[in-house]
């Protein structure tokens, strides 16, 4: 009980010094109960809406993998609503007949469709629609040409009953009439969804009236889902997908769940990286506690408290503070999970914040994680002051003895840090990305912790370097700053470390997407020669519609349309594997460059004639002249001539087996036929941007379709990588802020362990604009310190995943200097911010009662 007492009367005694040391944990916990709140009422919702979508028993067409993107959804007979109906036990039997390769505009040919990736779907209204959605204004379709929009979607793009949509689906084009709108009575997943009667549905979006995408069964009173299951596959045949709703739930969950698991370990993962920046701040708050209250527990030593009790009572402040902070963290947890559920609501993905799910995991381990955190960062700083020794009541109380950076502990991170960087040469010079990829991982974590165990090492060098170019155009006050930043190098260099981690992140990842950017343009210009790249913009085939209207476009030398072919392909050797082919125009050869090692790329279009890449030959003896047996999924089977070997280094499609259209359209029937993934177009000499302005015209009635030069194509490439960088960078943003209260809080403690020192530089003429100078000074040091170490390491770290990335044809490794020194200059900038109030407070000390300070 005394011990605890004594814990909570220096808590309370320090509670301003805590207080930032409190944040971090608050902080961390909060991250982690946020992550998991959100991600568990993610999961819960869905669960709701899925289990409000599935049918007792559904039966669908037979899942397989390796089927052909004709951009049509496979369908099972129509004929077989009556057998189905006739099975015993089905009480209710409704067609389904829905696709997600549409793309709907309005009035103005706008595309309205989410912008966060979600698909646009067309489907059916039914009875089962019934038990997700309502409709809240207008009626249900009545006919071919009215439609039910989703209200989410008509609320966003200004779309009202009466308007008219145009629908645009592979098996051609459509009108219709907005007659209601229909609001999700459990949450809107973020699609654009279009309901149409059954018949247009079966017809416009299937391309057939003689099948559908599946059927749902009601079961009648008193039958199982499992029961009717087994009547119906009975029935049926094997041949079909048949599931029960339990299944189809399971099925949409994992779907979801492996995506909504990356979020979330993703979110878990920076997370950690706050725990970890947290621990430094922690560490360093009672390292310096425990100095300035030397002379006390000396005192507490000479009258009778044994190590243990000095030892425990440190614990048991760190204890009390985790506490604290783990508890305002969890609060905190859940206003960020509310956060990211409005975060999901401006992407079109609207949750309900009725329905935050918080588990009774959740706060324990937000609790267990705040406690065990602080405790453990506290466990050295309570070691060091049980084996403070009576005799220190008798000294002035002053820097630690350990201050110094001890010869054992350098030589230590120095050799982990020898260790991390051969390891990263391996890896920078594996053969294989895969066992590069783990010699990566081991030189970080091996270079991280080597630098931090070396920080109070490189302090005393690299804080006089930067002295020497920063410090000493401020006179006396500069080198007083660079002398405090030396005297205790260990608190120095535990600072910046926390800083380091975010800086070293950011470097590494700016680097590796620089270099993702620059790789991809240097391939650009290097193979590809055609002017224009036609695409559509979601990410979807190219309609029969849509490729009639391109190649109607003038002023344009040649296109080359581009397509995959999945087939069985028998090799020389006797081994069979499913393969994706490239189907292209013979001018393919000429708009994107692929060096070869055996013929000539142009013969694999030849009759009958294909390509095959460098690795895929040396893997199975094939050699120019070989012939494979070719067998396309839902066609016939082919003899092809392998004209050409294809270069693995220089080709933009790695790995691509090229053969002509013709030749896919000779062994495939019509209906298997897939559709154009993409267009390339060359224009005539000297008329490019009349063919620009051609192809533009030409696809101005599809809005989804992009018409894209060489230099939109890059900046399209630089923008997505930057959109993916700049979310990365929000989420490291927390550990930067935990390492920004981290100088803080050092500079703060340090300031009241200097007060009778501040007192006497006072008195002797330092003024109180001075004394404000020296303090920022010396943070902006520390700061710049950190960010050295930081970007160093993170260039190492990139520059070598970068290497790897080279094996995957990546090759170009591009250090972004302006970033990487507004970084550096914007770390001098946060080091001056986390000044202001420690520079503050030390300008109002009163100079005598710094003074008399004991």
């Not at 170009?812 to 986390?834: C, E, Y």
Request: hydrophobic fraction near 45%.
């Amino acid at each position: 009980m005394t011990v605890f007492k004594t814990s909570l009367r220096n808590l309370l005694a320090h509670k301003g010094r805590m207080a930032l040391s409190a944040v971090a944990v608050l902080l961390s916990v909060a991250f982690v109960c946020g992550t998991l709140v959100f991600t568990d009422t993610m999961n819960a919702t869905f669960d709701k809406l899925f289990a409000a979508t599935a049918s007792d028993v559904s039966v669908t067409p037979e899942k397989k993998d390796d089927v052909q993107q004709t951009g049509k959804p496979r369908t099972v007979p129509a004929s077989l609503q009556g057998k189905l109906a006739a099975v015993p036990g089905v009480a209710r039997v409704e067609p389904e007949a829905s696709s997600q390769q549409i793309t709907v505009a309005d009035a103005r040919n706008k595309d309205i469709g989410p912008d966060s990736g979600a698909p646009t779907v067309g489907t059916n209204w039914s009875e089962r629609q019934k038990k997700s959605v309502e409709i809240t204004s207008g009626h249900e379709p009545r006919g071919a040409a009215e439609a039910v929009l989703d209200s989410d979607t008509a609320d966003k793009r200004g779309v009202r009953i009466g308007d008219t949509l145009r629908v645009i689906a592979a098996p051609g084009d459509f009108r219709v009439r907005v007659v209601g709108l229909a609001t999700y009575k459990t949450t809107n997943p973020g699609a654009a969804v279009v309901y149409l009667d059954t018949r247009t549905a079966q017809t416009r979006l299937l391309g057939t009236t003689g099948g559908y995408s599946g059927f749902g069964l009601t079961a009648a009173p008193g039958v199982s889902d499992e029961q009717l299951k087994e009547r119906v596959t009975a029935a049926v045949g094997p041949r079909l997908t048949v599931r029960t709703a339990a299944e189809t739930k399971k099925e949409n969950k994992e779907d979801f769940g492996s995506v909504l698991d990356v979020m979330k370990y993703a979110l878990l993962g920076f997370a950690g990286i706050a725990v970890l920046v947290g621990i430094f701040l922690i560490v360093n708050t009672f390292s310096m506690l425990v100095a300035q209250r030397t002379r006390e527990i000396g005192l507490m030593r000479a009258i009778g408290a044994g190590r243990r009790q000095i030892n425990r009572s440190v614990l048991v402040e760190a204890l009390m503070l985790g506490v604290i902070g783990s508890v305002l963290g969890i609060g905190g947890g859940i206003g960020l999970a509310v956060g990211l559920m409005g975060l999901m609501e401006s992407v079109g993905m609207n949750l309900d914040t009725g329905e935050l799910t918080i588990k009774v995991t959740t706060p324990l381990v937000g609790l267990a994680i705040g406690v065990l955190v602080t405790v453990f960062a506290a466990y050295l700083p309570a070691r060091r002051a049980g084996k403070i020794s009576p005799m220190a009541a008798l000294r002035d109380a002053g820097t630690p003895a350990d201050g110094r950076a001890g010869r054992v502990r350098a030589g230590i991170g120095l050799a982990l840090t020898a260790a991390g960087a051969a390891a990263l040469l391996a890896a920078g010079n594996a053969d294989q990305a895969s066992a590069g990829s783990g010699l990566l991982g081991i030189g970080v974590l091996l270079t991280l912790v080597g630098f931090v165990v070396v920080g109070p090492l490189l302090a005393g060098f690299l804080v006089r370097a930067l002295g020497a170019v920063v410090l000493r155009v401020f006179g006396p006050v500069g080198r007083l700053a660079e002398r405090n930043a030396l005297r205790n190098p260990r608190r120095t260099g535990a600072t910046g470390s926390a800083l380091m981690i975010g800086l070293a992140l950011v470097a590494a990842l700016s680097v590796v997407g620089s270099s993702m950017v620059a790789s991809a343009t240097d391939q650009l210009d290097k193979s590809v020669g055609a002017d224009f790249i036609i695409q559509d913009g979601g990410d979807k085939a190219l309609s029969p519609a849509v490729e009639k209207a391109v190649l109607s476009a003038h002023d344009i030398e040649h296109f080359s349309r581009y397509f995959h072919v999945t087939a069985k392909v028998t090799t020389p050797d006797g081994k069979t594997a499913t393969q994706r082919l490239t189907a292209t125009d013979p001018t393919y050869a000429d708009d994107v460059r692929s060096e070869t090692v055996q013929g000539r790329l142009k013969d694999a279009y030849a009759k009958d004639a294909m390509s095959v890449p460098e690795g895929f030959a040396k893997d199975h003896g094939i050699r120019r002249g070989d012939r494979l047996t070719v067998t396309m999924i839902d066609g016939r089977t082919a003899r092809l001539r392998v004209n050409a070997v294809t270069s693995d280094d220089t080709s933009l499609d790695k790995g691509a087996m090229y053969l002509d259209i013709a030749t896919a359209r000779r062994y495939l029937p019509a209906g298997a036929m897939p559709l154009t993934g993409m267009i390339l177009a060359k224009a005539k000499d000297g008329r490019a941007t009349e063919a620009a302005a051609s192809l533009k015209a030409a696809v101005a009635e599809y809005p989804q379709v992009k018409v894209r030069d060489q230099a939109d194509y890059k900046a399209m490439i630089k923008d997505q990588v930057g959109q993916l960088l700049n979310i990365i960078y929000g989420l490291l943003a927390l550990a930067i802020i935990v390492a920004i209260l981290g100088v803080v809080n050092t500079l703060a403690l340090s300031v009241v362990e200097r007060t009778r020192e501040i007192g006497l530089m006072r008195a002797i003429g330092l003024s109180r604009r001075q004394l404000r100078r020296m303090i920022r000074l010396e943070s902006v040091v520390i700061a710049l310190f950190g960010a050295l170490l930081g970007l160093g390491l993170g260039m190492g770290w990139g520059t070598t995943a970068q290497k790897l990335l080279a094996l995957e044809g990546l090759g170009a490794l591009d250090i972004p200097w302006p970033t990487i020194i507004a970084v550096f200059l914007g770390s001098a900038v946060v080091g001056l911010l986390a000044a202001l109030i420690p520079a503050f407070r030390a300008g109002r000390m009163n100079v005598l009662n710094a003074i008399a300070t004991d």
